[in-house]
């Protein structure tokens, strides 16, 4: 089931999967209870197609307000080590003023930022993909850790504002 190769650890070598999201859900849901649960909080204010997952990745629009999407609280029982993982996807013509944040949280720790990517207003760079990795992650005394991220599209004209869309899919956490 999974389309890409396993996340690696520091050392190179590949790392049990813990937790994995391919967003496998009807178009539209905005909240996953199952295996790997998950909840996605958006502004009342969204334009173009709705929030939500679309075509199995999860898909962020132009809004006002930050929309942010939570894992659970995935369980590191005897995990020393941990990978993190999320591919995203940038549609349209953003702003400088656009971005993404990715952020872990240790049991009750504040979050820790792994990546925060700004994207390039130049129109003729109007789908760029990026991976985001983070290897060997010292969890040791760690009871959890959960995924948090953050996005923020404004609103522009109404017609580049429905043009603009973020995704995301394979979020991992994978751990020794």
């Known amino acids: 089931m999974p389309r ?15 937790w994995r999201e391919d967003f496998e859900l009807a178009d539209g849901t905005l909240r996953d209870d199952g295996e790997s649960a998950w909840t996605y909080e958006v502004g009342d204010d ?12 999860l898909r962020a629009v132009a809004s006002d307000a930050t929309s942010i999407w939570k894992s659970e609280a995935i369980v590191l029982n005897g995990i020393s080590r941990i990978g993190i993982g999320v591919d995203f996807f940038k549609i349209g013509n953003f702003v400088s003023e656009d971005d993404l944040r990715l952020s872990y949280q240790l049991d009750d720790r504040p979050l820790v930022l792994i990546d925060s990517l700004k994207f390039s207003p130049d129109p003729q760079e109007d789908f760029e993909s990026y991976q985001v990795r983070l290897a060997g992650l010292d969890v040791h005394g760690a009871r959890e850790v959960q995924i948090i991220i953050e996005s923020k599209i404004t609103k522009t004209s109404s017609e580049s504002s429905a043009n603009k869309v973020l995704y995301w899919d394979r979020v991992t956490v994978a751990g020794r």
């Open 4 to 18: 890409t190769r396993a996340p690696t650890n520091a050392e190179g070598e590949a790392s049990p999967v813990l």
């Open 46 to 57: 969204v334009e173009g197609k709705g929030p939500g997952v679309s075509r199995e990745k």
